[in-house]
């Protein structure tokens, strides 16, 4: 089975920056799309970046240009560097990853894993 945790949240001033990080675990298993999702008090979960296993990588239009989603693929590790964080982007942060399991008759079972998550607390 594959696990994803989360790491790198904290509390910090308006303006500042944190870096994410989320490490995935497990045996016989191929990730080909890690995102990260975030929700806020209140509010639904929504996407904020993702990454493919070639390195194509989405944003919402709310952190383009502060944010930056990376992975890296042979410790099986994403990051997102967040820059010039806002109040609005108080949130838990959560890691999810999606692939699949190989058999030896290299029968693949698809998977969706989601990390616990990290807070992260911005102030005015």
Not at 4 to 12: A, D, F, I, N, R
Not at 15 to 31: E, T
Not at 37 to 61: C, F, N
Not at 84 to 91: F, G, I, M, N, R
Request: hydrophobic share 35%; proline share 1%.
């Amino acid at each position: 089975q594959v696990q994803l945790v989360e790491s790198g949240g904290g509390l910090v001033q308006s303006g500042g920056s944190l870096r994410l990080s989320c490490a995935a675990s497990g045996s016989d298993f191929r990730i080909n799309t890690m995102e990260w999702h975030r929700r806020a008090a209140g509010k639904e979960r929504e996407l904020v970046a993702s990454i493919t296993k070639d390195g194509l990588r989405s944003y919402a239009d709310f952190v383009k240009g502060r944010f930056t989603i990376s992975r890296d693929n042979a410790k099986n590790i994403m990051y997102l560097q967040m820059n010039s964080l806002k109040p609005e982007d108080t949130a838990v942060y959560y890691c999810n990853g999606e692939g699949y399991h190989v058999d030896l008759h290299d029968v693949r079972t698809v998977f969706r894993a989601w990390g616990q998550g990290t807070q992260v607390t911005v102030s005015s």
